[in-house]
């Protein structure tokens, strides 16, 4: 797949071929940019997110739950979720948090 995947790369733009590569990976990332959660209703109607808890999400969870049935049963974020919304990412108002940050290389 990899091999594959270069010779596409290379077929469309061919300079890619003189370019280094210490380390590579590919896939989807279960974890959100700034390494806090997404709680929040999505674009799409009647899709609701709680999501993207990177390291430790497991010990949230009792919280989560509740800020997130708050969620779906008002239609609205709970108090202590309202800074885990979606749209902080496009406003700019990432969370940063000890040992994370808005840089994958933080997590």
């Known amino acids: 797949v990899m091999e594959d995947v270069c010779e596409g790369g290379m077929a469309l733009i061919p300079m890619i071929g003189r370019v280094r590569l210490l380390r590579q990976w590919g896939g989807i990332m279960d974890m959100s940019m700034d390494g806090t959660p997404i709680i929040d209703k999505s674009p799409v109607e009647g899709l609701y997110l709680n999501a993207g808890w990177c390291y430790g999400g497991f010990k949230a969870t009792p919280g989560s739950g509740l800020v997130f049935a708050h969620l779906l049963a008002r239609d609205e974020s709970h108090q202590e979720a309202a800074r885990f919304r979606l ?21």
């Not at 496009?90 to 000890?98: H, L, N, T, V």
């Open 87 to 107: 749209d902080r990412f496009q406003r700019g108002a990432m969370i940063d948090e000890k040992g994370q940050g808005a840089q994958p290389n933080l997590h």
